[in-house]
C-alpha cells in the first residue's frame, strides 16, 4: 500500500467507491489522501479506527438488505474504534414507506450494543471536515494508517456454518426451518435477529389488547404480537424461577 507521505497533513485512506462529492470535498481540504479498495470501512485514519459514511438516502436501504449491521460488525472485529457518520440524515426519512421506529431502533443498537459512536453531518463538505479533524486526533497519538489490521477469515468461520444458525435460531417458541431461514436472510445473522426480538414493542389497544408491533420486525410476515410476547419472555424469564415452575408441575 503507498501512501504519500508528509510530516504535516494528516493521511486518509479512502475506498475508492467513495467518489463525486465527497472525494470533491478532500480535494479542497488540507489532508494526504490515498485511494485503495478497501474490504470494510470507508474511510481508514489509523490502524486502530475507521469510518463507516451512510448518506440518509442510503441509511434505510442498507437497514433493511442488512448491509447495515453486517458492515459495522466487520468494521467492530477488524478495529478498535470505528464510527460511524450519517450524512443528511434527514433524507433517511423523506420516503413514506420508512418506519421511524426501524430506523431509531437501528441506530440505538449501532451505539449501545456495538458501542460504536455515530456523528451526524450536513453534506459532504462536513463529512470531509470531521473525518480530517479524526484523523489528525489519532495521527497525533502517533497511530497511522500504514498497517491496516486483518480479518483472521478462517478462524470466524471455523466449524459454523449455516444449519448451525438455523438450528440455534428454531429454539426460539415457533420457529422453523422457514422462519429461521427468513431471520437469518433478512437479518443476517442469530445475533440480530434475537435483538429484532428483544426490541420489539407491541402496541395496545384501548381495552388492552396487543394491537400492532412497532421496531425493526415490524411487517416481518408470519411475525406477530403473541410471537413477539412469548418469545421476549423465553429470552428474559428468570432461569431458577423456570426451574421452580418445572418443580411445583410435577408436584
Known sequence: MNIKISDSLPKII???RERGEIRNAFDNLPCDISIETLDFGDYIVSSRCAIERKRGDDLVSSIFDTRFFQQLSKL?????FPILIIESLEKTFSRKFVKESSIY????????????PIISTKDALETAKVIVEIAKLEQSKDYYPDIIPKIDKESLSEKITAEDQKYFLEGLIDVGDKKAQRFLDVLGNPLFALHAISEAKVIYTKNGKPKKITGIIEGFKGIGSKFILRNQKLLNFSYSQALKLKTKIRE
Open 14 to 16: 479512502i475506498d475508492e
Open 76 to 80: 467492530k472485529n477488524v478495529f478498535q
Open 105 to 116: 431502533g437501528a441506530l440505538v443498537y449501532a451505539t449501545y450494543k456495538m458501542n460504536i
